[in-house]
């Protein structure tokens, strides 16, 4: 994986254009707070523990990247792919992921409080341990989703594909 720096990555950005194309590109430990990498193909990226506090990555293919311990509280990631990502004890506090596909993805031990995830697509993804209270989860699809110590308390479930034991078992509140 190349190594890159923040100046790279700005350069990079600026001469690429609309869709930018950084797959495998190792961006680790990176203060990239508020940086726009919109569109922009990211799939198999290392992006593990940086800052991308309210960054936008809206219909970013972020498929097999590493964002382990990541901070992206309050990043716009509505419609981008998530497909077997590895979220690991990210920080997703209240960030826009609505529309978002994230089948498979790890998110075991992340943080989703107020997270906005409607119809957000989280098929076979592990969620076990993750903090998901007040988040919006309306017509999200958790299809054999592993949800074990997860906390749900106060979602917004209203329409989603979940089994009776999450949708029977979390305190929703009305919206």
Do not use: W
């Not at 792919?81 to 690991?88: P, Q, S, V």
Request: aromatic residues 2%; proline residues 2%; charged residues 25%.
């Amino acid at each position: 994986m190349a190594e890159i720096t923040r100046t790279q990555l700005i350069l990079a950005l600026a001469a690429a254009g609309a869709h930018p194309r950084l797959g495998g590109v190792d961006l680790s430990g990176l203060e990239l707070e508020g940086i726009s990498l919109a569109g922009a193909d990211l799939n198999g990226a290392d992006l593990s523990g940086c800052r991308l506090h309210r960054a936008n990555l809206a219909g970013a293919d972020l498929s097999r990247a590493n964002l382990t311990e990541a901070d992206l509280s309050h990043a716009r990631m509505h419609d981008a792919r998530l497909l077997h990502a590895i979220l690991y004890k990210a920080d997703l506090r209240e960030a826009d992921l609505s529309g978002s596909e994230a089948d498979e993805a790890l998110l075991k031990g992340a943080v989703l409080v107020r997270a906005e995830a409607a119809e957000m697509c989280l098929k076979r993804a592990n969620l076990e341990g993750a903090d998901c209270r007040e988040a919006n989860f309306r017509g999200a699809n958790f299809t054999d989703a592993r949800t074990d110590g997860a906390r749900f308390e106060e979602a917004l479930l209203t329409g989603a594909v979940a089994p009776p034991y999450l949708t029977g078992s979390v305190k929703s509140r009305r919206r």
